[in-house]
């Protein structure tokens, strides 16, 4: 790659420069990618993973799921509040109970590919 700029040439190495060039095309602008970074730091806390997935079965309040974690309810909502803001979770109200579940499908197939990644 002869006329590109902040790539190093290996010495010793075949470089497939008809690759790497098609890769460059579509690699998205750096700020996207470290948007996608952030998003997956999100799944990593076993808090929050243990809510998607229980979500991922049914809707729960914040009572029903800091009973299925053993977790307090603070605890509970301050993970809640980190789902929201990354749109992995929503909520909906019915009287004084707020509902959450899974924002969408795109996160219904987060976990799912995720859990059978783990089984093969």
Do not use: W
Not at 27 to 32: G, Q
Not at 52 to 78: K, P
Not at 103 to 118: A, F, K, P, Y
């Amino acid at each position: 790659m002869q006329n590109t700029p902040d790539v190093e040439r290996c010495g010793f190495l075949n470089v497939h420069e008809d690759t790497v060039r098609r890769v460059l095309g579509h690699m998205p602008p750096d700020e996207t990618l470290y948007d996608l970074a952030e998003l997956f730091k999100v799944f990593g806390d076993s808090t929050r993973i243990k809510i998607l997935y229980a979500l991922f079965e049914a809707e729960l309040c914040v009572c029903d799921i800091s009973q299925l974690l053993g977790v307090s309810q603070t605890a509970i909502s301050h993970q809640l509040r980190v789902l929201k803001a990354n749109k992995l979770v929503k909520f909906r109200r019915e009287g004084k109970t707020v509902f959450y579940s899974l924002d969408d499908d795109h996160i219904r197939g987060i976990i799912g590919q995720g859990m059978e990644h783990l089984a093969e």
